[in-house]
T-cell receptor
Framework: AQSVTQPDIHITVSEGASLELRCNYS??????LFWYVQSPGQGLQLLLK??????LVQGIKGFEAEFKRSQSSFNLRKPSVHWSDAAEYFC?????????????FGRGTQLTVWP | SAVISQKPSRDICQRGTSLTIQCQVD?????MFWYRQQPGQSLTLIAT?????????ESGFVIDKFPISRPNLTFSTLTVSNMSPEDSSIYLC?????????FGPGTRLTVL
């Protein structure tokens, strides 16, 4: 079955520290990969996406993610976290073979930032 | 990208009543997805609405409970019928462009 795994439910980091949020997927072929952020009371905002090409992708707000085919992973990183990065982060995939193009979401990782 | 507006942004309803959520997109899109996000949970797909055809519902969701309309390429509605407290969630519409989906702020529904 298709699945998206975010193993960390909740991560706490200090402001200025580096961040890595993990995401693994289980699909027959490399899907399209996305990271979304949801601030409290807000909808989802697309941080970055990977379709093909360079496996290190840059997104908004200083985030980047690296696609590793051998590990079926698409981890999100930021070198220095700001207090405003506190939010819920969702990894999501689209099956390339699907004509529908629906998103499958991980359960999310809640990020808390200590001052 | 796409700019999405949903109405209402939030509502408090009594059990047994129905609420229709409107979703307006600033550009034409073929596919529209409707999601539910229960408190503290991830997003669950309710149905996919393609203009001019019946919506396709995911397992566990039925048309009688969540009827969807898609009268044109920029607008869709989702009705939550005969509501119960278990329907308290955020409901989000998501238009698709290519393989990207965009999200608005959603509708926060509380059922008493």
């Amino acid at each position: 079955a298709q699945s998206v795994t975010q193993p960390d439910i909740h991560i706490t980091v200090s402001e200025g520290a580096s961040l890595e949020l993990r995401c693994n997927y289980s699909y027959g072929a490399t899907p399209y990969l996305f990271w979304y952020v949801q601030s409290p009371g807000q909808g989802l905002q697309l941080l970055l996406k990977y379709f093909s090409g360079d496996t290190l992708v840059q997104g908004i707000k200083g985030f980047e993610a690296e696609f590793k085919r051998s590990q079926s992973s698409f981890n999100l990183r930021k070198p220095s976290v700001h207090w405003s990065d506190a939010a819920e982060y969702f990894c999501a995939v689209v099956d390339r073979g699907s004509t529908l193009g629906r998103l499958y979401f991980g359960r999310g990782t809640q990020l808390t930032v200590w001052p | 990208s796409a700019v999405i507006s949903q109405k209402p942004s939030r509502d408090i309803c009594q059990r047994g009543t129905s609420l229709t959520i409107q979703c307006q997109v600033d550009s034409q899109v073929t596919m529209m997805f409707w999601y539910r996000q229960q408190p503290g949970q991830s997003l669950t797909l309710i149905a996919t609405a393609n203009q001019g055809s019946e919506a396709t519902y995911e397992s566990g969701f039925v048309i009688d409970k969540f009827p969807i309309s898609r009268p044109n390429l920029t607008f869709s509605t989702l009705t939550v019928s005969n509501m119960s407290p278990e329907d308290s969630s955020i409901y989000l519409c998501s238009p698709q462009k290519g393989y990207e989906q965009f999200f608005g702020p959603g509708t926060r529904l509380t059922v008493l």
